[in-house]
């Protein structure tokens, strides 16, 4: 079989979601790793005023494509912004497009998809079904297609406790569903889909599992291939350790519990936190392609899919996620942090309620009363509120564990040459769980909030001033609890009486053995 790299050379590529997240590090790797790529095409609607190609242009000026600008100085010359939308009928391509990437593209890359939880079942069917089915339908019409990649998520199918790389039947008919949507109002779409999701805690995973069966349905003679990541988290290596550019998923908590904002959260601290870094994804989603197109005429008659996931082979649990971000972020602080890193996961509701009150809404109160005494707009109470509506949206994947098998994995890994297996590193078992999360944490320091290291030392200063409210504060708070109790109780009065005077013998005894000595 021929490398990764060789089976690109001279291809055309096509690829949807090339402004998300993982879409940018698909697009960097793959120019950066097979520089014989002949030209990738990505569909980019116009957004805030701003034109495709204007988008992609800034996109491709961000510390992300860094290392690909030294190495390949004209990669941008590479790079055709096409105009789509897919959420609009024959995904709003000219003709003139149309032809050109019906003719000339060999390789799709579908990434596209909200990640929303909890979005409306239309909108989440409008952008992973129906956008799917259209991305189905346009590579039918490419006459040089030689695989199309679907990018899918390991919890479609969060149902079942042993997920294997298969596709499923669906949970509904997605063509009656399709249907049937058109004509219902949003009040009574809302009504119906509680009972739609069934045991899928929202709308994402639901029609992620419909997609799949679509693609599945409507492959006809297409060569697919599924790729289905897990929770997708910062870069593991490449482009560099921790790259990370948004706040969703566990970014955001990373941030919030590093800012000291977040101090509870419902969690089990022994089920599996199945995180993978972003590059093994994406190295995983282009060999699946490379494997799949070089393997078209020979290819097995059932479509492949790929687990990529770490918790069946490096496990990981949330225990350690908390005691990872506690001493990174107490290491390595966060600017003007609102209180120390203290993050502790319970998976008790009631508990977890207690002090969500205690430890999130109280201060926040008190803190927003503050600002209003001192003619300010309060805010605290609307950081918190958001920030327990991310919780709630994550809480059913921090309390549960599920089993995927990855033997599709385990081929496509065993199928790849040695130099291959550098280049194209998904290997996980060589995951350092520990150094992985301090990247991670610190990329969410350089890379989201653009904090430079060398405001650490101040970070530190706070954070120790920070510490030291905190001890006076519950020093002060001890000794009036104290003095009330004093009042009430000639036992407590005794007892004070005589610790008081057992620490002046202490000090006096102290004094007199230093003037002896001198």
């Given at each position: ?23 940018k590090?698909?697009?960097?790797k793959l ?21 495709p ?11 992300l ?50 990640i ?9 069917m ?31 199918h969060?149902d ?7 596709v499923?039947p ?20 809302s ?35 599924i ?10 290596k ?37 995180l ?6 994406i190295?995983?989603?282009l060999?699946?392609?490379?494997y799949?197109?070089?393997q078209?005429h ?25 005691y990872?971000i ?5 290491t ?21 309620q ?17 600002l ?14 958001r ?8 809480e ?8 995927w ?15 291959d297996?550098?280049?194209f590193?998904?290997?996980?078992r ?8 301090e ?20 970070a ?10 905190r ?7 001890v ?16 007892i ?16 007199a ?6």
């Amino acid at each position: 079989m021929v490398t990764i790299p060789e089976y690109y050379e001279g291809k055309n590529v096509l690829i949807t979601g090339a402004t998300g997240f993982m879409g940018k590090v698909l697009l960097e790797k793959l120019l950066r790793s097979c520089p014989g790529v002949k030209a990738a095409y990505v569909l980019v609607r116009p957004k805030a005023g701003q034109a495709p190609h204007t988008r992609i242009s800034d996109m491709i000026n961000c510390k992300l494509f860094d290392r690909l600008r030294e190495e390949q100085p004209d990669f941008g010359e590479k790079i055709v912004a096409v105009n789509s939308d897919l959420t609009k009928p024959d995904l709003d391509l000219s003709t003139e497009d149309k032809e050109t990437v019906s003719g000339c593209v060999n390789i799709v890359f579908h990434c596209a998809a909200t990640i929303r939880f909890n979005e409306p079942l239309k909108d989440a069917m409008q952008l992973n079904v129906l956008a799917t089915q259209k991305m189905v339908s346009l590579a039918h019409s490419m006459k040089h297609l030689d695989v199309f990649i679907h990018v899918s998520t390991a919890y479609a199918h969060c149902d079942r406790e042993l997920i294997e790389e298969v596709v499923y039947p669906p949970p509904v008919d997605y063509k009656k569903l399709i249907d049937t949507l058109e004509w219902m109002d949003d009040k009574l779409v809302s009504l119906i889909t509680p009972k739609l999701l069934g045991e899928r805690p929202n709308t994402y995973t639901f029609t992620k599992a419909l997609a799949e069966h679509l693609v599945q349905q409507e492959s006809g003679n297409l060569n697919i291939a599924i790729v289905r990541p897990s929770i997708v988290g910062a870069s593991w290596k490449e482009p560099f350790p921790g790259w990370i550019d948004n706040f969703n998923g566990p970014s955001g908590i990373f941030i919030a519990a590093g800012k000291g904002i977040l101090r509870t959260m419902r969690a089990s601290n022994n089920a599996v936190a199945d995180l993978v870094p972003v590059d093994v994804v994406i190295n995983t989603t282009l060999a699946a392609a490379w494997y799949s197109g070089s393997q078209r005429h020979a290819r097995p008659r059932s479509m492949l899919v790929y687990n990529c996931t770490t918790g069946g082979i490096n496990p990981f649990h949330w225990g350690e996620v908390e005691y990872c971000i506690n001493m990174t972020f107490k290491t390595n602080p966060l600017e003007q942090a609102f209180r120390r890193p203290n993050v502790n996961l319970r998976s008790n509701p009631f508990t977890n309620q207690y002090w969500t009150t205690v430890s999130h809404t109280l201060p926040a109160l008190l803190y927003d009363g503050f600002l209003m005494l001192t003619g300010q707009k309060p805010r605290m109470m609307k950081t918190i509120t958001r920030l327990h509506k991310a919780m709630m949206v994550l809480e059913y994947f921090t309390s549960h564990s599920w089993v995927w098998n990855t033997d599709n994995v385990t081929m496509l890994m065993n199928q790849m040459g040695a130099e291959d297996k550098k280049v194209f590193n998904f290997d996980v078992r060589q995951l350092h769980w520990a150094e992985y999360m301090e990247n991670y944490c610190m990329g969410t320091k350089k890379y989201v909030l653009n904090e430079e290291l060398s405001g650490l030392p101040a970070a530190r200063k706070h954070l120790n001033k920070l510490r030291n409210i905190r001890y006076t504060f519950n020093t002060i708070l001890v000794v009036l609890i104290w003095r009330i109790f004093i009042a009430r109780s000639q036992m407590a009065r005794n007892i004070w009486y005589f610790v008081v005077s057992l620490c002046f013998k202490f000090l006096s005894y102290f004094r007199a053995s230093s003037t002896m000595r001198y």
